[in-house]
């Protein structure tokens, strides 16, 4: 049975408990009440609304028991990699390896937000002298020395070169602090010159085959690290296997990302799909649950669809958001405002794109990694965000920009320009901190206005 869907508070979720309980849910493992996290200090839980399926329990609870699922494996005697800023590619080889775990330090971007400040990560880094004019990935940095949040890894791996300033120096401090890190070099994505061979990547961009080969001399390098730590080769077919399941998680997202963004009513919530899309490149320490955890979300979404069911109302603003939220608050807003999301680039487009299954396994990560949306010029961002928001039959685009990132302070305006120019869009930007109770007011009254202007734009 589907029930209409809704947006709960986390204590209203304690009765939907109640009644899917009553109603035989069965839960996984690590299920149970949403307000039972706040006892461990996700305080931010308290001001967000969450969806009121068993698949959205199923999700918040899968990302919100990730810190006990890292010290099991470790109990378990799992080989922990902690896989740093190539969102997406270093797991992918990992898990191709027997008892192997890998997570994103990365992750800690969103304790800030959640604990509301309370866990001290943003002051630590503060003192290590990574202040706020660095982007909110600092937190990392406050969470290795606290080791509060996740175990310290047995292999740090970070791609650095065509990454942004604030991780490569973030990381370089964390190495300084006694961290040995692996690092491997991610080139600038370059257009071939005239007569210099040329591949189309996932996702529609197109490299030199020089820098393929580049990048896979380094995940080579990186592969054969990993190999000595687990104390095992790891074989083109393994590694095929990897790349096929990594392939069903970035399916079954691409299927529910497309119902999401095209559905005449939204069948998920913004702030579920963000989550979700987040499993794609981390799997929440857990590959085989995180696949589970997708299909239930859209054999949701499916049957929302299929019934007509959806939140909001059928003639909401369709919106496009580029880059993460530090406040995981300002997706609520969105929904509160009167818009829906259909579509979205959190900076990791090639963690959704599929990775070549016809090729030599290495090849095929390499093309993966070079594809990664912020190695490349903001022009091709931009553009690839123009096809998106065409494709999901977007009517506005919001350029949330991050506190303190580097990129941010040029590229937003390159992708405004882009969207104005080729498709006619209304675009707004704005800035979303840790914590942003403070702009909430000013931040309704821009996407209200947005909201307005795409309404206003339709007679
Ligand atoms: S500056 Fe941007 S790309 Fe770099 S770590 Fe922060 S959010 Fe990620």
């Not at 982007?135 to 990454?163: N, Y």
């Not at 929302?304 to 997706?331: E, K």
Request: with cysteine; glycine share 6%.
């Amino acid at each position: 049975m589907i029930d209409t869907p809704l947006l709960l508070s986390i204590h209203d979720w304690d009765a939907r408990y109640d009644d899917l309980m009553a109603r035989d849910l069965v839960e996984a493992g690590y299920g149970g009440r949403l307000s039972r996290h706040l006892d461990g200090g996700d305080y931010r839980l308290n001001q967000l609304l969450f969806d009121n399926s068993a698949a959205s329990l199923r999700l918040w609870n899968f990302l919100l028991t990730e810190e006990a699922r890292l010290a099991a494996a470790r109990a378990d005697g799992h080989t922990l990699v902690g896989a740093m800023k190539d969102l997406g590619t270093i797991p992918v080889m990992a898990y191709a390896l027997p008892n192997v775990t890998a997570f994103y330090p990365d992750g800690a971007w969103w304790i800030p937000c959640v604990m509301e400040l309370s866990a001290g990560l943003l002051s630590i880094a503060d003192r290590m002298g990574i202040d706020e004019s660095f982007c909110p990935v600092r937190a990392m940095l406050g969470a290795f020395v606290s080791e509060a949040h996740f175990p310290i890894p047995d292999l740090l791996i970070c791609s650095v070169g065509a990454t942004c300033d604030d991780f490569s120096a973030i990381a370089q401090r964390l190495q300084g602090l006694g961290y040995p890190i692996l690092w491997w070099e991610a080139v600038h994505r370059r257009q071939a010159d005239k007569g210099e061979d040329s591949v189309i990547l996932p996702g529609g961009f197109a490299a030199p085959v020089a820098q393929v080969d580049f990048i896979q001399t380094e995940l080579v390098r990186i592969k054969q690290a990993l190999e000595r730590q687990v104390g095992h080769l790891l074989s083109d077919e393994d590694l095929l296997k990897g790349i096929s399941v990594a392939n069903g998680v970035r399916c079954i997202l691409q299927k529910l990302r497309f119902i999401s963004f095209t559905a005449p009513m939204a069948p998920l919530p913004a702030l579920e799909l963000l989550i979700a899309e987040m499993l794609a490149i981390h799997y929440c320490s857990d590959q085989a649950e995180s696949l589970v955890v997708l299909q239930d979300l859209y054999d949701l979404a499916k049957s929302r669809v299929d019934l007509g069911l959806g939140h909001g109302h059928i003639d909401d603003a369709r919106i496009f958001w580029v880059n993460p939220v530090a406040d995981l608050t300002a997706m609520n807003l969105l929904e509160t405002c009167g818009g829906r999301i259909c579509g979205t680039e959190y900076l990791f487009s090639h963690a959704l794109d599929l990775i070549p299954e016809d090729l030599p396994p290495m090849e095929a990560l390499a093309r993966t990694a070079l594809a990664d949306p912020m190695i490349g010029s903001a022009r091709q961002r931009a553009e690839r965000i123009t096809f998106d928001m065409q494709l999901f039959g977007a009517e506005g685009l919001i350029i949330s920009k991050i506190p303190g990132a580097s990129h941010c302070a040029l590229e937003s305006e390159v992708i405004r320009e882009n969207i104005e120019e080729s498709l006619g869009l209304p675009v707004i930007e704005i800035e979303v901190p840790p914590v942003c109770d403070a702009l909430r007011s000013s931040l309704k009254t821009r996407i209200e206005a947005l909201v307005e202007t795409i309404k206003s734009r339709r007679k």
